[in-house]
């Protein structure tokens, strides 16, 4: 008669467990074969989870980091960036992160073709709607390094295609109403 | 341009009236308190809120303001600009429903363009550059369909909206993209929550993927026995398709209200007839009254009403009260900050004078 291996029962139990292609027999009395059974099940069942939450993870975020990071050339946002808030930067983001959206619009909306109203004149625009935004957005950085100069080239570029976008072009401010009354 | 005389006149204006949406008088006004069309819409070239500083917000409320007023300008709008309102008159326009609670507490430039009898509000930089709405009273969403549309093609006359061939209007936020329409109405069906059927109204908007939500719409609790239905998908779908949906839909809840309302008045008549006009003691005789108690007796009032059980007062009233029972409104008919004691008793006093001598 075998003893159990945890303790100094005798082993009712016998379990081979197959690691690595070698054959272990464990001998084991009842209490301790159940606790044993019952832990490696929970380590089972917990990688398991594990494992899942990891590749349902690299499904919704891409997989890795490089890919949070991911940018929109139009206004600089993240990927990671847009999970946070749940908000995209700018219409080109639409562009930017076009197969990283897919998986969610069809989540939402179960189709991703647009098959509502159009505006007469959207697609003769599309390269000036995706320059003027790259325009703000190195006029922004040209701001942050203090470059003056290049920044002011900017504004008036960025005033020209406004002004075609848009019509008017008036880039003046609104004059600020007055609290008092 | 609007001078801050004309949105002061124009606020005091609005805590007297009502809006023409509140009167009660389109298809099936007895239960349809409202329908509402919204159209998420946004500039071309232009960052949305998530990455624009002051100076872009300052630059899209000028040139939406402009493209909205050039789309109608025989219409009466009238521009506000709500970075320089103070809390009460922001949360008076919220009240009104013409802006988001969302507007009402960030910051930076932004503005609303009303039109007359409050049928179209166009929020300017809300989570789009334009958020345009119009509402109507009863199941009207075709009719607000029309004119937001309308509105929608006359602005693009001189604004280039964001949009993809294949994703459609460039929103935001992904869950709005596509068509950008939200067609929300707002039924009162105390007969289903007295009934506890509501949860299967819940259940089968759901599956068809309709909303169901409160007063107030996103973010909020369902308030009473009011609940706002409405689509969820706004990309694969076209907009008459959308409202088609909503017409299968909508004729069956209402159907399903006036049935359990006739089993109600066979069956518990005097029981109703109490609840009825306890309700109306209450709201004529109280000294002091919270905004949550005053919603509840006044939609058993309302239904009160469209049984025949009351007939003095008009539903057009009613409908009314619960917007001008609000705190916001109460302050400005004061004239000024209330706490909360005194704004349950301006509350009470308030709904004497108007319900008290019927």
Known sequence: MKKCRQCANQATLHITEVLDGQATEIHLCEKCAREYLEDAESLDTESIAADLAAKLQELQSGGDDDLGRMTCSGCGITLNEFREVGRLGCPFCYDSFRDELRPLLENIHEQVLHTGKRPERSAATHDDQTRVLQLRKEQREAILKEDYETAAVLRDQIARIEAMLHGGGDSSAPERESEDE | ?358
């Open chain 2, 1 to 358: 341009m609007t001078s801050e005389h004309d949105t002061a006149g124009f606020l005091e204006e609005l805590s007297r009236t009502s809006g023409e949406w509140l009167k009660g008088d389109g298809p099936d006004a007895d239960i349809v308190v409202s329908s509402r069309v919204r159209l998420a819409r946004n500039i071309a070239g232009f960052p949305f809120m998530t990455r624009a500083d002051d100076d872009v917000r300052l630059r899209l409320v000028e040139t939406l303001r402009r493209a909205v007023l050039a789309a109608a300008p025989d219409e009466g709008l009238q521009f506000i600009n709500v970075a320089l309102l103070d809390e009460m008159d922001s949360q008076l326009l919220m009240e009104r429903q013409l802006i988001s609670r969302e507007l009402t507490v960030m910051d930076g430039p932004r503005g609303v363009i009303v039109g007359p009898g409050e049928h179209l509000s166009v929020m300017l930089n809300e989570e789009d550059h334009l958020r345009i709405q119009v509402l109507q009273s009863g199941f009207a969403l075709q009719e607000c369909w029309n004119m937001a549309d309308a509105l929608d093609t006359g602005i693009e006359a001189s604004a280039t909206y964001a949009f993809d061939e294949e994703l459609g209007y460039l929103t935001a936020c992904p869950t709005n993209v596509g068509t950008g329409i939200r067609l929300s109405v707002m039924v009162h069906l105390p007969g289903l929550r007295m009934t506890r059927e509501i949860q299967k109204v819940n259940q089968a908007a759901q599956k068809i993927n309709l909303a169901v939500r409160g007063l107030y719409g996103e973010g909020s609790q369902a308030l009473g026995d009011f609940f706002q239905i409405s689509n969820q998908v706004t990309l694969g779908c076209s907009e008459q398709e959308l409202i088609e949906n909503m017409h299968e839909v909508i004729p069956q809840i209402v159907g399903y209200e006036r049935r359990v309302r006739e089993l109600l008045c066979r069956e518990n008549r005097q029981a109703l007839d109490d609840k009825i006009a306890r309700a109306r003691a209450i709201l004529t005789g109280a000294r002091s009254i919270s905004s949550d108690e005053t919603l509840h007796l006044l939609s058993s009032l309302r239904m009160g009403i469209n049984l025949g059980l009351v007939e003095d007062i008009s539903i057009g009233d009613v409908n009314a009260l619960f917007v001008h029972t609000q705190p916001s409104h109460l302050q400005k008919l004061h004239g000024g900050p209330l706490k909360t004691a005194e704004r349950n008793a301006a509350r009470a006093s308030y709904l004497q004078s108007r319900l008290g001598s019927a």
